[in-house]
């Protein structure tokens, strides 16, 4: 069984700077983000694979957002800059039992508990 438990959201204004943590207890692979606001579906925000070699972003956290994990800590980090008021979301990190990039909520097996990220204009 692996928990997941996700810190660092907030309050901040548009064109500032977050960095979310996911620290997994349990052995993990691939780790994933995920968002949802309210009324909308949950979606893919970006994945790293087991090694961290490869990483995945969606259209919308391209070139603003990083993906990333430090093994040694069982951790994952998203560092979002440039946040947008279009990024307010429940943020939700995930642990897939796969080795490769998942994309899908359905490929994950566990989830965190969630992480309110809110930007302002």
């Known amino acids: 069984q692996v928990q997941l438990v996700e810190s660092g959201g907030g309050l901040v204004q548009a064109g500032g700077s977050l960095r979310l943590s996911c620290v997994a207890s349990?052995?993990?692979?691939?780790m994933g983000w995920f968002r949802q606001a309210p009324g909308k579906e949950r979606e893919f925000v970006s994945t790293i694979n087991w090694s961290g070699g490869s990483t995945y972003y969606a259209d919308s956290a391209k070139g603003r957002f990083t993906i990333s994990r430090d093994k040694g800590k069982s951790t994952v980090y998203l560092q979002m800059n440039s946040l947008k008021p279009e990024d307010t979301a429940t943020y939700y990190c995930?642990?897939?039992?796969?080795?490769?990039?998942?994309?899908?909520?359905?490929?994950?097996?566990?989830w965190g508990q969630g992480t309110q990220v809110t930007v302002s204009s």
């Open positions: 349990g052995r993990t692979f691939t």
């Open positions: 995930a642990a897939s039992t796969r080795i490769m990039a998942a994309f899908s909520p359905s490929e994950y097996a566990y």
